[in-house]
């Protein structure tokens, strides 16, 4: 290994950690208490390297964000996978989509709450981002309905999930309906 691998890799790594910290700190304590001298701290490297992989906070968040939406596309795809019927499908990512935002708050939040400096439906988006709305497309899109596009559908759907995650999240709805809001959006697909 030539010594410029060495330092990209060792500079990867550090960049990786300096990520995981901040998601774990935010996790626990709420974005709030991510600070570049706490994280510098807990990472047990000066806040001059910490800057010189990420330019602040914000792209901490960001680079967060992008992080969970590689998990949040793989885990709305394993729920569907298992799933033959469109509708089942559909139930499966509502499921997994609102399983991903209670088990992961700060993550959520990172993806769709605070400002990461990020780009959303844009030509610029991120891959991560855009693939995290086509494991959403993939099995929302079969189901729009004639005449619809899978495109706007999948926006659509997406918006109620995120306002029931959202609210769900907040305390603002009985916890006790939560698989019945799920199956209330699914029986209202166009699809039989």
């Known amino acids: 290994m030539s010594v410029k691998e060495r330092k990209q890799r060792e500079q990867a790594d550090r960049e990786r950690l300096i990520v995981a910290t901040a998601r774990e700190l935010a996790e626990q304590q709420g974005w709030d208490a991510v600070t570049t001298r706490r994280l510098a701290e807990r990472i047990e490297y000066s806040q001059p390297v910490l800057y010189s992989h990420f330019r602040g906070k914000r792209e901490i968040i960001g680079a967060v964000a992008l992080e969970g939406a590689t998990e949040m596309a793989a885990a709305v795809r394993a729920a569907t996978s298992a799933e033959d019927d469109p509708r089942a499908r559909v139930a499966a990512l509502a499921r997994a989509y609102l399983d991903f ?21 844009q030509e610029d988006t991120p891959a991560p981002l855009k693939d995290a709305f086509a494991a959403l497309m993939e099995s ?53």
């Open 101 to 121: 935002a209670a088990r992961n708050p700060a993550v959520y939040d990172a993806l769709f709450q605070l400002d990461g400096g990020l780009a959303y439906a």
């Open 140 to 192: 929302l899109g079969e189901v729009a309905g004639d005449g619809v596009d899978p495109g706007l559908f999948t926006e659509v759907f997406w918006a109620s999930l995120h306002g029931l995650a959202t609210l769900t999240r907040a305390g603002r709805l009985l916890p006790e309906y939560a698989e019945r809001r799920v199956q209330l959006l699914v029986d209202r697909l166009p699809v039989t």
